[in-house]
């Protein structure tokens, strides 16, 4: 308000009514208290955690007037401006990071205005703590020195560590990494470090000791949640030696050796001995306790060994000796001490190589003579050898081995002391072939086995092989193969076999011979294996074509082995082919082939294979074709009739005379030819059926007609006589006496018996070269000159002629000659396995 001077008092009261209408009240903060977030700011509180660019806080006052009021913020001067203000909203926004640490509490200038009156109020504002420092050591890391004596639970330092947050965030706890694998603890509140109970230090182990420590707080909140911060840092304890360790010899065992040309004063070997204590060590002071009989002196300062005495006159092998090193104190005394064994071994000297020796002294060549495959097992005896070694215990042990050819021969013994006398034993008999080795050289080598020098010797064993008579002659295969022509004359090679004996002299000389049931015909020359024919032989293959037979290889002693030799005769083209008669005479029905047959006796084709084929026909020649293969002769296709030939002929009736050529496929070619007179006619022409064919067609061989006519009766007598007698035996079954009772019995159906009479003539002409078909299996046709099928239908039967010679009876075959024939297929199936071997 503003000051006015006291006046009059009416004058006063009529001045404060004029002011009363004229007054105008300053806005001002509403004050809310500081736990809320609106009013003046006057002792709000804000975590130094809050992120920047966060609103804060909403200013909120009022004008007594009504009128609008504005907002503003302000710092003294040279303070950082940590909020800012939206004039109109009042609402406060952080614009800096807090750090409570460095500033815990800000003031702040507010204000607020109507327009005219302005009112400006100092507040403060208290930045509250949040858990973002680690805590800090205050005198790490550090080193310790430690004596190693000290004792378990003693205390060895104490770590101290900082926070500056406040509250739990910032408390500390001390604590170990690892503390199971340590030698030291640590309490958790104070930080002292303490050798843990029961344990103790030992510089003679370790030296230094690294133990990180880790300080940890007690948590505390940090943007929105709970964090937990620690610090590590390291301990190093050094460990300080006390003198508590007895002295320790260096490169144990100790092993010395005195030899033979060793002399008085000679260095045997020197020990090497430390203090324990190696931070402060103290000197080595060395003496003999026991074992060393005199013999031997010791240096009390270097610890070297020394022999007093010739090695000749030593009266033991080994010593052992007790050596103790003792350490001397500052004040001259000797305290701790250790004590060591040391063995001398008196040794001979390795100057002597193992030595061969024979019966006339020292040797290295041995030689026997023996005849070959000797018992396996036995002892060459007449090898005499002697092994030595003059060295004395390991220097005179060494070991025996056979080098040479396989493994035929042993030596025993293999390992030797000193000396040994030397046995050579058969191993393998059937590797010493005097065929494969005339002669058999050995080294016989004698190696010293645990000497530095490995001193050897070796001795040459050469043993001459003699031949015995272990080999029986063999084939160079075991069956041979040989072709030979028929007709060869007596005394033609045939086939060479070979058998060779690999024994020496008279043993290896071989004699052949032949044996078996085809082996009438050959011979073979004992000395030469060349196998030959009789001189009589006359192979023919069509008698026999194949031969099978062993040859026998012997040698003196009558060792033998045998080989089979198969033999097969080639077959000539040396016969033609014949017909039964060079003149023949048939029938021909018009429809129906006549066959005419001509025989070669050759044994293979193509010499035996036959083709047929018309030379000459009259008189005319384009009446008949004939099968090259079959002989079949038939006339042409367009002949359907006698008409057809009647009109080729000029001619009613004639008789037509072939000239038929058959000619063999061999080389050279044979050829016979026939006459065949053929008359030909229609099958309506003849009469009488079936028996009238058949009398036409062998109307000039009466002997068949009549054994034709004989068959007919004697079958119908046997039908006859079956009648009769199932006749008879019915009527006595049905006659005997029955039963007293009626038995009524349905008469049975007589079975018709239909005997067709072949000289009936039939009542239509046309039925006799019909033939009736029934549901029954039809009879095979057995002409072979007829042309049709059963099948069909035929009018005209056939009515043909056949001609054809009795073919020559050939040799019939033994049981020998089916081996043979099975024993050539099994070759022939052997060979063709080789070569598809061979190729693959």
Known sequence: MRNVKVLHLPLILLCARVCLAQADFAPYFYDNGPYSHNGNLALFSLSEDTAIGTQIYRLNGTDPEGHEVRYGLSFDPGSKEYFRVEPISGNVTLVEQLDREKQDSIDVLVSITDGRSKVVERVTVFVMDANDEKPEFQNMPAIADVMETTESGSSIYRVQAVDKDTGSGGSVTYYLQNPQSTLFTIDRHSGVVRIKAGEMLDYE?????????????????????????????????????????????????????????????????????????????NPIRYSFDEGDDGVFHINKTSGCITLQRLPINLKREIFNIKVRASEVSPQGRLSDYSVTTVVIRVVDLNNNPPTFYGEKGPQNMFELTMYEHPPEGEILRGLKITVNDSDQGANAKFNLKLIGPGRMLRVVPQTVLNEAQVTILVEDSAAMDYEKHHFLTYKLLAMEIDTPERFSATADIVIHLLDTNDNAPKFSTDYYIARIPENSPGGSNVVSVTAVDPDSGSWGEVKYSIYGSGADLFLIQPASGIIYTQPWASLDAEVRSKYNFYVKAEDAEGKYSLAEVFVTVLDLNDHPPAFNDNFLETTMVIGAPVKIEAVD????????????????????????????????????????????????????????????????????????????????????????????????????????????????????????????????????????????????????????????????????????????????????????????????????????????????????????????????????????????????
């Open 205 to 281: 182990k370790t030296k230094a000791h690294f133990v990180t420590v880790i300080v940890r707080d007690g948590g505390g909140n940090f943007n929105g949640r709970e964090q937990f911060l620690s610090s590590s840092s390291t301990l190093t304890i050094n460990v300080i030696d006390a003198q508590d360790t007895p002295p320790v010899f260096i490169g144990t065992p100790y092993f010395g050796y005195v030899y033979e040309i060793s002399v008085p004063g000679s260095e045997i070997f020197t020990v090497i001995a430390k203090d324990g204590d190696v931070g402060n060590p």
């Open 601 to 840: 006796d050759d044994a293979e084709v193509p010499n035996n294979v036959i083709e047929y084929a018309i030379m000459r026909a009259e008189p005319d020649n384009n009446i008949f074709d004939i099968n090259a293969d079959t002989g079949e002769i038939i006339l042409k296709s367009y002949i359907k009739s006698m008409a057809i030939i009647q009109n080729i002929t000029q001619q009613t009736d004639c008789t037509w005379s072939l000239v038929v050529q058959a000619r063999d496929r061999g080389q050279p070619s044979f050829s016979t030819t026939a006459v065949v007179k053929i008359d030909i006619t229609e099958a309506t022409q003849l009469s009488g059926g079936p028996l009238g064919s058949f009398l036409m067609q062998n109307r000039h061989k009466p002997l068949q007609i009549l054994g034709m006519l004989a068959g007919v009766i004697l079958l119908m007598v046997i039908i006859t006589v079956v009648i009769s007698t199932a006749t008879y035996m019915r009527n006595k079954k049905f006659n005997r006496i029955l039963p007293n009772r009626r038995v009524r019995r349905r008469p049975q159906k007589q079975q018709t018996w239909n005997i067709k009479n072949p000289f009936k003539k039939e009542e239509n002409p046309a039925d006799r070269f019909r033939v009736e078909e029934t549901q029954e299996q039809q009879p095979e046709n057995i002409n072979y000159n007829n042309n049709v099928s059963n099948g069909r239908e035929w009018t005209v039967p056939t009515v043909s002629a056949t001609v054809a010679i009795k073919p020559k009876k050939r040799p019939a075959m033994n049981m020998q000659d089916t081996v043979n024939r099975a024993m050539v297929s099994e070759l022939k199936m052997r060979l063709e396995q080789k070569q598809l071997l061979k190729h693959h």
